[in-house]
């Protein structure tokens, strides 16, 4: 149950997000963060336009060491 928890993970933009010909997420841009609670689950709830998008993580517990 550990596994998770304190864990951060950043939301990322895959591709330009645009509106009206705009630009309004450049590719890889952070749109929002998430953090698992003690069942795995997110605690945020990300309201996203339409669009591919990809997750990295960005603080660990110390529970899971990664190099990289």
Known sequence: ??????????????????????????ADGLVGTLTIDEDGKNIEQLDLPTGEYYVKELETNGVNAFCG
């Open 1 to 26: 149950k550990d596994a998770y928890k304190d864990v951060v993970f950043g939301v990322y933009s895959k591709n330009d997000i645009t509106l009206n010909d705009k630009v309004i997420i450049p």
